[in-house]
């Protein structure tokens, strides 16, 4: 994941007062396959669901870029 982190950091500055380590802990909280299955599996998440609210999600808190994350379509 830190090498993820890296490359993304070519691409734009991480948010002030996030460290490489720390955007390399929230990368894998958000992407990691755990919190992949309980949303998807367990909770009745599409992949796109899903897929939309992990990149709106770093683009908050990693790099402190604010997006609109669709609305979870569960059914």
């Known amino acids: 994941y ?5 490359l993304l950091r ?7 007062g996030v460290t490489p380590e720390r955007a390399t802990d929230l990368l894998l909280l958000t992407v990691g396959m755990d919190v992949y299955h309980v949303l998807v599996d367990g909770r009745g998440w ?5 897929a939309d609210w992990a ?3 770093i683009a908050d808190q990693v790099f402190g870029r604010h997006t ?6 569960q059914e």
């Open 10 to 16: 070519a691409k734009a500055e991480l948010r002030a």
């Open 2 to 6: 830190r090498a993820v982190v890296e």
């Open 55 to 57: 990149a709106s999600t």
């Open 46 to 50: 599409s992949h796109e669901a899903w």
């Open 68 to 73: 609109e994350s669709p609305a979870n379509d």
